[in-house]
């Protein structure tokens, strides 16, 4: 651990003397049109990416100068087009770029400490950058809204792929959950509630808000911090959270309050705009002999009725089941890599590991008896799962893997839609590289295009 906050240490120094560096050694190193490409905004793009915790290495400045360029014939034609995005958009992407940046750098203080400016200076500099690459996202949107594929372009796709390339996929489920968590009642809870109401107290009495939270909040991020969190916005914490954060001023304390998480107290330490930052204690209840029979009896219950027949599976879950990541699926658990497609066909060497030993051994369209199980939050609940299918190993066919070729397909064309609008454009476009970068091989194209001058 302290070899890597050195790491962090020297990382971070190294962004700042990037940003300290006197403008007199900066260069042009592109023109695009009107545009330039400064020299010092690689090395920022380059300082970023080792922020993140990737291994040095100066070629992947050829990368960032390739997106930067394309970036800019975006943006220009973006103008033409008179297209837009929302100052609202702006704000939060320079503010998720915040929170990313914070947490990596081990809080506020210490990122204004490397960066040498505060964060509010910071985001106003890096603000036109954001903007131009929400522009640049949202014209290149525009290049591809009409793609799309037709059957027979699918087909044509899948036997051009030579039949020794084509992709072999392992074996995939479809597999589906229903959970439920204990429940407890108010009174069960209200042993909880009395033990953050008595360290609210106790802090309001005197004792030290930091000192209560290192030695008995229940979130093991902040305690440490003394409860600190640093600043958010808006769509950072739960809303109930949210809704005392923003609502009381700076030094203020809120009543004990539930959210999902359990009960907390909190105080806002500083308000900056639409940001706030506050230190909490959370006090999480834990789970009674007698809710956990009550849950035990709950999915049982349902487990009958659905293994009887007498209630369909989907709509059991989208009743009873308290998973909402799954429930509004009818159940059905999705590919976490493959989540914009709402793909529910998911490798089994990507599933859980304690998912796959129950289905392991379950046949298709059969279930699993409830059992007790504690989720990615370590919160404990039963659940019992339904195995809907199962695909065994196999080469990518059109019969069984029509939505992913269909998806590879539309890929494709998107690709060769976006790829002959550039070309395009460099041919129409005054650009000039530094001979800098005249050894970068995804540069090519951009170093031996004509250099000519108009729209």
């Known amino acids: 651990m302290k070899k890597f906050s050195v790491l962090v240490s020297l990382i971070f120094l190294s962004l700042a003397n990037i940003y300290a560096q006197n403008k007199v050694l900066d260069k042009v190193v592109a023109v695009v049109g009107d545009n330039i490409i400064l020299k010092s905004e690689i090395d920022q793009q380059y ?17 960032f100068l390739q997106n930067m360029l394309s970036q800019k014939l975006l943006s220009q034609q973006a103008v033409l087009d008179s297209i ?13 770029r915040m929170r990313v940046m914070t947490s990596r750098a081990g809080g506020q203080e210490k990122l204004e400490e490397f960066l040498g400016r505060s964060l509010i200076q910071y985001k106003d500099e890096i603000r036109p950058e954001i903007k131009e690459q929400l522009v640049a996202q949202k014209m290149q949107a525009k290049i591809t809204e009409k793609v799309e594929v037709t059957p027979l372009e699918v087909k044509r796709f899948y036997e051009a792929i030579p039949k020794d390339s084509l992709p072999t996929f392992n074996t ?6 229903l959970v439920v968590y204990p429940e407890l009642t108010k009174t069960e809870k209200e042993f909880y509630r009395d033990k953050a109401e008595s360290l609210r107290l106790r802090i309001k009495g005197g004792d030290s808000f930091g000192t209560m939270a290192r030695l008995y909040s229940q979130d093991p991020m902040s305690a440490r911090e003394g409860g600190d969190l640093g600043f958010f916005d808006r769509q950072t914490m739960a809303k109930e959270f949210t809704s005392w954060a923003f609502k009381l001023k700076q030094g203020e304390m809120s009543p004990v309050f539930e959210t999902e998480f359990g009960f907390h107290f909190l105080e806002v330490v500083e308000r900056r705009g639409e940001q706030v930052r506050a230190r909490h204690i959370l006090i999480i209840p834990e789970n009674t002999p007698a809710a956990l029979e009550r ?3 709950e999915i049982d ?11 369909d599976f989907s709509a059991a879950a989208s009743l009873f089941s308290d998973n909402n990541e799954t429930k509004y699926n009818g159940g059905m658990m999705l590919d976490a890599e493959n989540v914009s497609a709402r793909s529910t066909h998911i490798p089994t060497d990507k599933l859980d590991p304690k998912v796959f030993l129950v289905i ?13 199980f504690a989720d990615a939050r370590g919160k404990a609940g ?15 066919n059109l019969e069984q893997d029509l939505p992913k070729i269909k998806d590879a397909a539309y890929e494709d064309k998107v690709n060769k839609t976006v790829s002959q609008w550039f070309e395009k454009r460099r041919k129409s476009t005054y650009i000039k590289l530094d001979t800098e970068y005249y050894n970068c091989s995804v540069l090519k ?10 729209n």
Request: a negative charge; proline letters at 5%; hydrophobic letters at 30%.
């Open 47 to 63: 300082a970023q990416y080792l922020v993140q915790g990737n291994k040095p290495d100066e070629t992947t400045k050829c990368f």
């Open 84 to 96: 837009l995005v929302d100052e609202e958009d702006i704000d939060n992407e320079v503010d998720r």
């Open 172 to 177: 995939e489920v479809e597999v589906g959950e």
């Open 295 to 297: 849950a035990a009896a």
């Open 301 to 311: 219950s349902t487990y009958q009725k659905v293994k009887a027949g007498k209630l």
């Open 360 to 372: 392991d051994t379950m046949t298709v369209g059969t279930y699993s008896k409830p059992e007790l």
């Open 382 to 396: 039963y659940r019992f799962l339904y195995l809907r299918s199962k695909v065994a190993p196999h080469a990518a």
């Open 445 to 454: 194209d951009w170093i031996t295009t004509p250099k000519t001058t108009g």
